[in-house]
């Protein structure tokens, strides 16, 4: 016990002197070339053991911030502020638009599954940041615990050790729930289906971020509902004055935002404004259908609030899952839906029944035995990383007047072109060198992000993914240098 206090203890020192020492690198307070104290004198200064200093160092190192040279020390390896997102100012329309499916996205989903292909698509964590021996151990003990070997129908409302773990998770985000409020679902897109059906009619208008993930697209077709693409800061989220003059202008039903790491821009609302969302539809008795599968998985020291922890009418609909963050495979998911739970407790019934039992009570079992948490300070950790190795190199590759996203979280960059590089072109030139991304196209139902284009960090960077990101850049160099000679 007093060894793995003194080595929690040893562990929270390193990481929070890394953390010190990337901001002052982020900050612009260590400029690229500067030469770090040695790990001796960084002991001394910090007053701490030599092998605290040297794990500090390590961590920047990992993350690619810092490198060690020979007989000479470590130095700040790179930071480069100038790809800040600042996407291109688009004319927003106020209309909504009847959604389609675009022949770009088919053509990206049958490439996907070719074998041999880099993919820079998946918003998913890579297999290998996955416990899959642990969740294989904890399938089985749930099974074995269950007195029917979990082949029965559990409770429509979903399994109820799984749905305590969640009210008592809710506290992270400011919360205060029941068992009785959740609502167990097959995935998060299961839920948010199953809170459209229960806020909207078929015609309905829905209001959603810009730009935004595309399957909701698919599920806004398939049930006749209408969008109204609401503009939204690659930092702050959706614009709430734009939000605010178009519900006086057109019948809003209801809304649609992730609201934490957005895909695809990575940005997070700040909780002042996520309150002001919320006193904002509330007033017009409006809906939020609040997606939150992102929300586990930050970068900083706490995670993110949610709009539900400011809702007072039961108007915002929660929805997450553990497809982000543990078995993309196991289809576990919930939402929170407020005064609308009956409604949704319905539309499983009719649709689902209920939800797969196994897989349910091994999350729940992951959640109860600690496990979970361990594996999201480490798979936070990877990420965190990852997305910093994929920036550098986006930076080192791709032409100067490039922007990157900077998220805190999640899975995805925004990457910006120059505004006469069309972003498809790319995609069909990357194709040939078996490297496939999602072109800004498809996160929208007109052309306002053509130039735009979305890739995941979500598997670890190796020299593959920096030499797929290396033509990639080139392909965007002579496209561009190609529109130039045009131009002459």
């Known amino acids: 016990m007093e060894h793995n206090r003194v080595q929690q203890h040893d562990e929270f020192l390193y990481n929070q002197l890394a953390e010190k020492l990337e901001r002052n690198i982020t900050d612009g307070v260590l400029k690229t070339g500067d030469k770090l104290l040695s790990v001796r004198a960084l002991s001394k200064e910090q007053g701490i053991s030599l092998s605290t200093a040297f794990k500090a160092y390590t961590q920047l190192e990992i993350r690619g911030l810092i490198e060690a040279r020979p007989k000479s020390g470590y130095y700040v390896r790179f930071y480069n502020q100038r790809h800040r997102a600042v996407p291109q100012a688009s004319i927003y329309k106020k209309e909504p638009e009847n959604v389609s499916v675009d022949e770009m996205l088919a053509m990206t989903y049958k490439n996907i599954r070719t074998e041999g292909v880099i993919k820079l698509t998946n918003a998913t964590p890579a297999l290998e940041l996955l416990p899959e021996s642990k969740l294989n151990k904890?399938?089985?003990?749930?099974?074995?615990?269950?007195?029917?070997?979990?082949?029965?129908?559990?409770?429509?409302?979903?399994?109820?050790?799984?749905?305590?773990?969640?009210?008592?998770?809710?506290?992270?985000?400011?919360?205060?729930?029941?068992?009785?409020?959740?609502?167990?679902?097959?995935?998060?897109?299961?839920?948010?289906?199953?809170?459209?059906?229960?806020?909207?009619?078929?015609?309905?208008?829905?209001?959603?971020?810009?730009?935004?993930?595309?399957?909701?697209?698919?599920?806004?077709?398939?049930?006749?509902?209408?969008?109204?693409?609401?503009?939204?800061?690659?930092?702050?989220?959706?614009?709430?004055?734009?939000?605010?003059?178009?519900?006086?202008?057109?019948?809003?039903?209801?809304?649609?935002?992730?609201?934490?790491?957005?895909?695809?821009?990575?940005?997070?609302?700040?909780?002042?404004?996520?309150?002001?969302?919320?006193?904002?539809?509330?007033?017009k008795e409006i809906p939020l259908i609040e997606d939150d599968i992102y929300g586990e998985l930050y970068f900083g020291k706490t995670r993110p609030r949610t709009c539900k922890s400011y809702d007072k009418k039961g108007l915002v609909l929660l929805c997450s899952s553990v497809s982000k963050t543990l078995a993309p495979g196991y289809r576990v998911g919930w939402c929170i839906p407020g005064r609308f739970t009956d409604k949704v407790i319905n539309s499983k019934l009719i649709h689902t029944v209920a939800a797969a039992t196994p897989t349910q009570a091994a999350v729940a079992l992951f959640f109860e035995t600690g496990r979970f948490d361990l594996h999201m300070r480490n798979l936070r950790k990877a990420l965190h990383t990852q997305c910093l190795r994929y920036i550098q190199a986006v930076t080192e590759h791709f032409p100067d007047d490039t922007k990157v996203s900077q998220p805190k979280g999640g899975y995805v960059l925004w990457i910006e072109l120059h505004k006469n590089i069309n972003a498809f072109e790319v995609f069909k030139a990357a194709l040939k060198y078996n490297i496939i991304f999602y072109p800004g196209h498809v996160f929208s139902t007109d052309a306002r992000f053509t130039h735009c284009i979305r890739i995941s960090f979500g598997s670890p960077f190796t020299k593959e993914i920096d030499h797929s990101l290396k033509i990639v850049g080139t392909l965007v160099k002579s496209l561009y240098k190609a529109q130039l000679n045009i131009g002459s």
């Open 138 to 283: 904890t399938m089985a003990e749930a099974i074995r615990r269950s007195p029917h070997s979990c082949i029965n129908y559990d409770d429509v409302q979903g399994n109820i050790e799984l749905r305590k773990h969640i009210a008592r998770n809710a506290f992270s985000w400011g919360g205060s729930i029941s068992a009785d409020d959740v609502v167990t679902t097959q995935g998060c897109m299961e839920a948010m289906v199953f809170c459209l059906k229960a806020v909207a009619e078929p015609g309905d208008t829905i209001a959603i971020e810009s730009p935004t993930y595309f399957g909701i697209f698919n599920t806004m077709k398939s049930h006749g509902l209408k969008v109204l693409e609401i503009p939204t800061d690659p930092e702050t989220g959706i614009s709430l004055e734009y939000l605010a003059d178009a519900i006086e202008k057109v019948n809003i039903k209801a809304c649609l935002f992730v609201t934490n790491f957005t895909n695809p821009l990575g940005c997070t609302m700040p909780d002042e404004k996520k309150k002001q969302l919320v006193e904002l539809l509330a007033e």
